[in-house]
C-alpha cells in the first residue's frame, strides 16, 4: 500500500519543507509555501540517469563562433518573437490564459514545419488525439510527418521520442506531464520541475527544439515554480482580450535574441491569422474629430506601432479625483496630470481622468507621454483633435519635450498610413531628412506641442 504523506512546497524555488512555512528557507519569500501529497512508492532502477558530457574546458577564442542556426517556420510574426526562427535545441516556454489560443497557435507552427519535410511529435496531454485531429481538419493542418501522441506518462513519451525522433516537439501542456518516479500529483511543484528539467537535457543532447505550453496561475504568471522560467532558454506570453480577435505573442526572456518584440495574430474562423500591418488594425475604429482621441506612434520592438490613445476628463463627485489608465502605466498618467496642472496651469483636480489605449494594447514607453497629455488636454478643454495628427515625445518635469529614440522609422509610418502631420520632439530632428509629403512639427515645450495639437 502506497503510503500518504503531506509536505509543502515553495512556488517560487522549489524548496520543501515537512511542515508550513510562512517564509520560504530557501529564497526567503513569503506566503509561496503550498501543501502537496507526497505518495511514497518504491522506485526501481536508478529513476533518469544523469546524461554526463566528457568536455575539457575550452579556452574562449577556441571556441567556434558564428550564428546560431535557425529553423524558420512560416509564421513570420512567430519568427520575429523568437529573434529569427526556432533555434535547434533549445527549449521554449509558451504561458497564456486557458482559451487564448496556445494548442492553436502550435498546431499551426507544428504544420508549418511539418511541411517543410521536419518530423513534428505534438504531445497532447489535455486533449484526445481526435480532438486534435479535428482542430487540425479546421486549421488545415493535415501533414505526414505531423506525429500526435496522447500520453502524459514521460516515460512513454520517451518512447515516443525514441521512436520517431522529431526534429521539433511540442508538450501540452507541461503541468499535465508526470514523471512516475517523482511521488507528486501532475502539475504540482516537483513534478513540473522534474519534467522541465528533463526535457531540458533531451533537448539539449537530441537536439530537438523543444515547446512546453504552460497554464497561468490568476496572478497571470506560470503555474510551477518560478525556477521553470530561469530553467527554459525562451519564455513567451501569449495574451489578448478575450472579447477582441488579436492576439500578441511577447517574448519576456530570450537567450537567442531581443525580448522587445511582438508578434500579432488575429484569431480567425479556421486559426490564427498574423497580422503584417498592426497599425491599421489597431487604427480601424478610430472616430475622427473627437476631442480627448489621439493617435501616438510607439515602438514595439523595432517595429513602428500607430495607436489610439482616448483621454475622458470629467468633473468629479468624489473628495478626490479618480485616474484611471488602461494600457499605460499608471503613476507615468499621474506624472503626466501633474505637469499639465502645474505648468499649463489646468484645473484637473476637481476631474476624474480616464485614459486607454485603444483595443487593449500596452504602451509602456515613455514616448507615449505626450500624446497622453494632447488627449487629456483635448478632453478637458473639449477641443477636438485633428484626425490626421500622429504625436510622440517624452516629457519631462518642468515640461520640456524630450528626444526619443527612433523618431525616423515612427514619421515613416505615420507618413505610410496617410497621416498628414507629426507633432514630435524638436530634438529628435537632427541627424535624417524627413520624408516628403508631411508636416513635421518640432516642439520643445507641452505648452507648444498643446497649441499646435490644439489650436
Ligand atoms: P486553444 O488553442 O484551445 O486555447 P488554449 O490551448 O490556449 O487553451 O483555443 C481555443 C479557442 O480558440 C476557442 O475558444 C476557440 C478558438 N478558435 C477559433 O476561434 N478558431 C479556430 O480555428 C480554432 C482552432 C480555435
Ligand atoms: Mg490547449
Known sequence: MAKVKIKFACT???NESPKWLGKCPGCGSWN???????????????????????EKPRSIIHIESGQEPRIETKLQELNRVLGGGVVPGSLILVGGDPGIGKSTLLLQTSHALASKSLTVLYISG?????????????????????YVLCETNMELINEAIESIRPDFLVIDSIQTVYDPNVPSAPGSVAQVRECTAHFMRVAKIK?????LVGHVTKEGAIAGPRLLEHMVDCVLYFEGERHHSYRLLRAVKNRFGSTNEIGIFEMGESGLREVTNPSELFLSERPLGVSGSIVVASMEGTRPVLVELQALVATTNFPSPRRMSTGIDHNRMALIIAVLEKRMGMFLQTQDAYLNVAGGVKLDEPAVDLAAAVSIASSFRDAPTRPFDVVFGEIGLTGEVRAVSRAEQRVKEAQKLGFKRVIMPEKSLKGWNPPSGIDIIGVETVSDALQAALG
Open 12 to 14: 517560487e524555488c522549489g
Open 207 to 211: 537536439g530537438i527544439a523543444t515547446v
Open 32 to 54: 509561496t509555501m503550498i501543501e502537496e501529497k507526497e505518495t511514497i512508492v518504491k522506485t526501481q532502477g536508478m529513476g533518469s540517469p544523469l546524461i554526463q558530457t566528457k
Open 126 to 146: 489535455e486533449e484526445s488525439v481526435r480532438q486534435t485531429r479535428l482542430r487540425a481538419d479546421r486549421l488545415g493542418a493535415l501533414t505526414e510527418s505531423l
